[in-house]
Each structure stands twice: as C-alpha cells, then as structure tokens.
C-alpha cells in the first residue's frame, strides 16, 4: 500500500503523455473508434479461447452468454450497481476530506505533523482488508462499513499528494504575496492552495481507480447488496456468467467515474499542464 | 491613493552587516548606500554576491533568516516594508488567475479587504487602466501561460503599479527576455516609474548604464558597495563612444571580482 504515491507519481506521468498523445490527434471520434477497436479485440481473444481451449461455461463462459446474461438480468444488476456506485461516490467524498483536513493540518501544526504522520503510516501499514471484519462489527452490513472501507483506502495517496502540493508552492509566489503584506490565512487561501491543486488532483485521480477496490471487498466480507454481494452469489450457484456480467458493470463503471473525474479536474484546473 | 501625493522617499543605509542565520560569514559587511528619492539605483556585482540578499532585505523576506546590523532609514515616517513593491527575475504570475486578476493580486492581500462595491469597480478600472498602458488591454482575459514572456513580464509591471507603492524594488526583472524585448520593457519601467524611488538588481552593464539615475558596483566578499559616476542625460540612454567605454570600465571592475 505505502508504494500508492508512487503509483500516484507513475501515474501521473502516464496520463502527461496520454494526454500529449490525444493532444496530437485531439479527436474524440477518434478516441472514441480506438476505445472500440480496442475492445473488440478483447472480445474477440476471448471468444478464441474459448473456442479453442474448449473450455467450459463454469470456468470461462463465453463472451455472448455473458452478454445475454447482461440483459437477461439487467434490473438485478443495475439495482445492486446503485448500491456499489453509492459506496464509491460517498467514499471518495469522505475520504477526499479526510485527506484534505489530514494535509491541512500537517501543514498549518507543524509539531503536530510529528504525531500525525505515523498515524498515517500506520493507517496504511495495516492491510484494510484485515481491519474489514472489524469494520462490519462496528458500522454493520449495511453500506457506511464499505463507504469507510473505501475511504481508508484513498486516504493516504489523497493526504500525501494534497500535503506535497502544498509544501511545494513555489517560494516567489509566497516571497510576492509577503511583499504585499499577506496574512498566513490568505496566503493559504489565495496560493498555497490553488497551487496545490494539480498536485491534489493528481491524487483524485489515483483516489478513483482505487475507491472501487474498498468498496468491493467489503461486499465481498459481508453485505446484503452490491456487485461484490452479487459476484459472491453468483459464484456459489456456479453462475459464472452472471459473475462475468457483474465484473463488466463493475469495470464500465470505475472507467466512467475515472473519465468524468479527469472532465471535472481539467475543467476547474485549466493551467494543469 | 494615499501614497499617490507622497513623495517616493529615500533610503539611506549604513554601516549594514548581513549574515545568514545558517553561515558564519556575513554576506554583506559595512555596506554603505544612498538610495536617492525618485531615481533609479541601479547595483551591479556579479552573481552570489549578495545583491539580491540586499534587496530581499529591504522586501522584509529575510527578516527572519539573517542577522543584521547596522542602520537603515528612509525620509518618509512610515515603516519600509509599508513602502516597497517587489518585482522578480521570475514574472510570478499565478496561473490560475486571469491578466486581469493577476494585476489586482495585492487588492486580495491588502489589510483592509473589505471594501465596498464602487472601490473595487474603481480598482478593477484602475487595473484595465494599467493593462492600457503596458499595452495588453485586450489580454484581460487570458491566462498567463497564453502570453509570452515579455508580455507576462509587462503584466507583472502593470500588478507592481497596481500597488501604488513609492518604493519599487526590482530583482533582474527583465534579464530573461530577449534583446528587443527587453530594450522596449526597459522603456516602458522607465516611464512608468519615473516618479518612484526604483532599485534596479542587475549583472548587465549595458542594462545598468541605460536606465541608472545613480550606480553602485557590488564586490568583494563579504560585499561592499562603491558608488560610479554616470553620464548627466535623462535615462533611458541610448548607447553611444561614451556609455561604451563607460560598460568595458566596469566589465574590468567587475572581472576582478571573478578570481
């Protein structure tokens, strides 16, 4: 877990030059067809498995049947969708503002950054899916014990990314707002903060792929309802396509949320470069 | 505003001492300057020799880092750090502001920040008034990393004006730019600052003969400073025999520093 910023930094990178590439083209029909092919062939070399290892619909069901199960069971799955949607969205909120008043605080109480920061070593050190159990103990089956699952799981690249972005303003930025008789407040307010941003973002953007992660496996430790409940299900009546089917939703939706994400930050962050 | 009446003051320096609060050497020693009311000073001395600390000084931002001694006074009764605007090598301008509000930057930082509606349309004129005369009036909107350098620098001219300050404290401002660039914004500070006290940082001669109402050589280590004759015309100077021979007097001068 403690290697997440650098995850976060490679990632980083990554969508620097994703994005230099779509720049080049800067077509989203373009895109749009490159997605599709992609996907295609994805299909189709799983379809040739299939085939040609003659394997059965118990270990890897063949694309149509999952695709006929998708419809067959669509008002199942779309109800427990909503459930694990609702766990991530609310996760990420609570674990976007943890993260948030964690990095303010190490910033603005710097003797208080010494106790806190192995708190948040700790934090990470302990695998969540160890303290899972604990966690539906306290909060139930119902949906606060996965909201608080994904929320530890995205607290730590959230709280070291917002924490670097702002220790790292740039000096002439503070020497100039000194210059014109700021106060520590309005320093905060007016540059450390809107210059942390992109670093912050960086971090939501890690934050997204990973909340599902949290969500998830809490279902799969104990729940009533959502994707991970309904894989579980599904896997102990041998339903292996309706597993397939529910792990489909499951990565459609992380990919959605990561792209609207990354919509929202370049819109609110347009000088990210 | 209320320091528009006021005359720019002077400073007067002397017999300051600079030491970082991390080094045994002082950085300055014995300095000794006039900084005289509404010209430009212009200091020259080679890089590390503790110019910049000088004028990072008089900003207030070392306040906290160095150890100093000695005595520095200006004509005026208010306080220095109430007097100066600063102006870096780096145009610092935040990216996430637009030109415009990248020019009313000090209006957020000003004690008094509540203010009533027809002040800030009055500054926000005011603004657009300055972004006239650096000639970006049609850049408002931008954001700085659509300009180019020397207009960005020109922004950062019109957000030091904006803060009507009487002291204006320059630090290589314009030592990024390219030639042509730089001759016209040498220009431009010059008019628009002619009324104020301006102390110029620079390591180019050229630059330092052209806009110098008065001229101080920094040198040795720790740093003294020695004041230089300057030809009687009004700046900026063109270049000519005199201000040619004047440049290689002190590129020699300088060079000795360089062992």
């Known amino acids: 877990m403690s290697n997440l910023l650098l995850i976060a930094k490679l990632q980083n990178n990554l969508h620097k030059q994703f994005n230099k590439s779509i720049n080049q083209v800067d077509k989203p029909l373009y895109m749009l067809l490159r997605l599709t092919i992609s996907f295609l062939i994805i299909i189709a070399i799983w379809q040739a498995i299939v085939i040609i290892f003659e394997l059965p619909s118990f270990i890897l069901p063949a694309p149509l049947s999952v695709f006929e199960r998708l419809i067959e069971r669509h008002d199942v799955l779309f109800r427990h969708s909503l459930v694990t949607a609702q766990e991530v969205i609310f996760g990420l909120l609570l674990g976007l503002s943890m993260g948030l008043c964690f990095a303010l605080q190490m910033l603005l109480f710097k003797p208080l950054k010494r106790w806190l920061l192995p708190i948040l070593i700790i934090s990470q050190a302990i695998p969540v899916f160890a303290i899972a159990p604990i966690l539906m103990l306290w909060l139930g089956y119902g949906i606060s014990s996965k909201v608080v699952m994904a929320a530890i799981i995205i607290f730590f690249p959230v709280t070291t990314c917002c924490y670097d972005g702002l220790k790292n303003t740039p000096m002439g930025y503070l020497d100039l707002a000194k210059t014109m008789g700021a106060t520590k407040w309005q320093m905060l307010r007016r540059i450390q903060f809107p210059a942390s941003l992109p670093t912050l973002a960086s971090g939501i953007r890690v934050a997204v792929v990973i909340a599902p992660i949290g969500a998830v496996a809490g279902e799969w430790i104990g729940s009533s309802e959502g994707l991970g409940y309904l894989m579980l299900q599904a896997n102990a009546r041998m339903l292996i396509d309706e597993m397939f089917a529910a792990l489909f939703i499951l990565s459609a939706l992380s990919v959605c949320l990561y792209f609207i994400t990354d919509k929202l930050l370049k819109k609110f962050i347009p000088w990210e470069v | 505003m209320m320091n528009q009446q006021q005359a720019s003051p002077s400073i007067i320096i002397r017999d300051v001492t600079l030491r970082y609060n991390d080094s045994n050497e002082p950085i300055l020693k014995s300095l000794n300057m006039d900084i ?224």
């Open chain 2, 36 to 259: 005289l009311a509404s010209n430009w000073t212009c200091i020259l001395g080679r890089s590390g020799c503790g110019k910049s600390s000088l004028l990072r000084y008089l900003a207030n931002l070392l306040n906290t880092k160095v150890q100093f001694s000695g005595s520095l006074s200006t004509s005026s009764e208010i306080d220095l750090k109430e007097q100066v605007a600063y102006m870096a090598q780096q145009d610092l301008l935040m990216p996430w502001l637009t030109v415009l509000d990248n020019v009313l930057l000090s209006e957020k930082f000003s004690a008094n920040t509540k203010k009533s509606q027809s002040d800030k349309q009055q500054q926000i004129n005011k603004a657009k008034q300055l972004l006239q005369q650096v000639g970006l009036t049609d850049k408002e909107t931008l954001l700085p990393q659509q300009l180019s350098g020397g207009m960005r620098q020109r922004v950062a001219l019109a957000r030091t004006l904006m803060q009507e300050k009487p002291i204006v404290l320059m630090d290589e401002p314009f030592s990024a730019l390219d030639a042509v660039t730089r001759y016209r914004l040498q220009n431009l500070a010059c008019e628009l600052l002619k009324d104020k006290t301006v102390v110029l940082i620079t390591h180019d001669p050229q630059e330092a003969i052209r806009l110098a109402n008065q001229l101080y050589i920094m040198q040795g280590t720790p740093a003294f400073a020695e004041p230089l004759t300057l030809p009687s015309t009004t700046t900026p100077r063109n270049s000519d025999a005199k201000s040619a021979a004047l440049q290689q007097t002190i590129i020699e001068r300088l060079e000795a520093d360089y062992e």
